[in-house]
């Protein structure tokens, strides 16, 4: 294979392989050999030329991994396909810069002691970055690809998502080491790389096995909740309709009765189940409260909500919380993290040929205060949609006291895309990180019921009316490392990288000196 042309292969054969890992396929392990062809590509080369090679890996990798966002505007945001490919290909190209990145600083790094530790961290801080920056996008972070890898993924209570997604990065670099032509050179270094690499994979795989073998033998009785999930299955396409209310109203309380035998005392319907403001609405509110109290049970749902104040009105994603006590008042939340294009038009006035995705009130406000519902015998942490893909949101309710996690979300919007498999594989990261079980209700799928060490208990069919029933442990009490100090690692990470980017920087200047005499 010619040089230029394998250059822009094995980065290409990287990008593929890093989607064809994730979800909704079961390719998970190609993502411990996804970085391969990209870092064989990398060598001899220059940091300008590393970064055109990962741009390439990037931008195949996140185009076919979010090519579902052409569907969500095209088909819910009224734009033709042409015009819907405009913030696909910014996007696509903004999330390639990572990968870029990563690529140029890893060619600074090919004769370092110790190459695939720093090759590992810059993957991760760049991961952490991309999670935080211009509001986040941590949308398919590497290690959410092992979610069904239970034994491998509970070293997320102490380091989060980042902790698999570092030892993905180290795997990778340890088999490039192995087939490249530098491991004749660095025989030495070699073996202390066998032993690192062993020895983290080894522990991984120990502390995994031993969470998952922990009894609740001897502790103090279970509080189990009996919990329903309402899957209601509304097309998209008329949900906002005024003339579809009273069918919309009709299905979750025909499904909703069905579970009476089952004697909940929690039922969950998804994010904005109900279509309108239900802070005022005279008609179909008070069906809601009755609701409430023909099941005895307490009843959380999704619906739009408002506020007036001089002459401005703001809109929120609100869920409630409705209690059987008709003088009990109920209590809500509001989506603090909304999501770019379908709540509200970033840079309005450049996009404004944008249509919002959700028709139902102007552009959503976030809401200001993060904390669990609180019933007499549960504290409920709530996450919208969009939401759970940030483990502050999660880990800042458990800190508070919520003893059970629940996502409210709209998958609909995705349609028959992996987009709402990609959404399941990351909820379940937020149950391992603050072992809480998770109640996930979703309007069309996945609703599931997650265990606290991320095991997919049930999960309903897509586009289907689905009732999914189970008793919920509520019992844990106590936090994880994570949960209490957060990303300690990655902000570790973070400062080794930097650290290690100025020593390379100052080595390249001090060659340059030299080699201009001026030393």
């Not at 042309?5 to 396929?25: D, E, N, Q, Y």
């Not at 002459?311 to 993290?337: A, I, M």
């Not at 990261?429 to 072992?435: C, I, K, L, T």
């Amino acid at each position: 294979m010619a040089p230029s042309l394998r250059k822009i292969l094995l980065p290409i054969l990287s990008g593929v392989m890093l989607t064809a890992s994730f979800p909704p396929g079961n390719l998970f392990f190609l993502s411990w050999v996804a970085l391969v062809p990209l870092l064989k590509s990398l060598e001899d080369t220059s940091p300008a030329q590393g970064f055109k090679q990962g741009l390439i890996t990037g931008f195949v990798h996140f185009l076919t991994l979010i090519y579902w966002l052409m569907v969500v505007l095209g088909h819910y945001g009224n734009l033709n396909i042409f015009v819907s490919l405009v913030p696909l290909f910014f996007l696509v190209l903004y999330l390639a810069l990572y990968i870029a990145v990563f690529a140029s600083l890893t060619t600074w790094l090919q004769d370092s002691h110790f190459y695939i530790i720093f090759m590992a961290g810059f993957w991760v801080s760049l991961e952490y970055i991309r999670g935080n920056l211009l509001t986040g996008f941590p949308w398919c972070l590497l290690g959410y690809t092992q979610y069904k890898q239970l034994v491998l993924i509970q070293i997320a209570d102490l380091v989060g998502v980042y902790g698999s997604s570092f030892l993905i990065v180290l795997v990778n670099g340890f088999i490039y080491h192995i087939i490249s032509k530098r491991s004749l050179k660095n025989r030495g270094l070699l073996k202390w790389e066998v032993l690192v690499v062993a020895l983290l994979t080894a522990g991984t795989l120990a502390y995994g096995q031993y969470r998952l073998s922990e009894r609740t033998d001897g502790k103090k009785p279970a509080r189990v909740i009996k919990t329903a999930i309402i899957q209601g299955n509304i097309d998209q396409s008329i949900k906002w309709d005024p003339a579809y209310r009273t069918t919309t109203m009709l299905t979750y309380k025909r499904l909703t009765r069905t579970t009476r035998d089952f004697n909940p005392d929690l039922i969950v319907w998804p994010e904005t189940a109900m279509p309108f403001f239900f802070q005022d609405n005279k008609r179909f509110s008070p069906q809601v409260f009755s609701m409430a109290d023909e099941m005895g049970a307490l009843l959380i749902f999704g619906s739009p909500a408002y506020k007036r104040g001089k002459g401005v009105t703001k809109y929120y994603n609100r869920v409630y919380l409705v209690t059987p006590d008709p003088q009990s008042p109920p209590q809500s939340y509001d989506k603090v993290h909304l999501v770019p294009f379908g709540e509200y038009i970033p840079l309005k006035k450049i996009l404004s040929f944008i249509d919002r995705l959700v028709p139902a009130a102007g552009d959503f406000e976030a809401g200001h205060k993060i904390a669990p519902l609180e019933t007499a015998d549960m504290s409920i942490g709530v996450v919208i949609c969009f939401e759970v893909v940030f483990p502050e949101l999660a880990r800042s309710l458990t800190r508070q006291g919520a003893n059970m996690l629940v996502n409210l979300t709209n998958d609909a919007w995705f349609g028959m895309t992996s987009a709402p498999y990609q959404h399941l594989s990351i909820a379940v990261f937020r149950s391992v990180e603050n072992h809480r079980p998770m109640i996930r209700a979703a309007s069309s799928g996945f609703s599931a019921f997650i265990g606290p060490q991320g095991k997919i208990l049930q999960l309903s069919d897509l586009f289907e009316e689905e009732i999914l029933e189970a008793s919920v442990d509520i019992s844990n009490s106590s936090l994880t490392i994570y949960t209490r100090f957060g990303d300690f690692f990655v902000i570790f990470l973070l400062i080794i990288s930097f650290l290690k980017i100025c020593h390379c920087l100052r080595g390249r200047w001090l060659e340059k000196r030299k080699g201009t005499g001026l030393t």
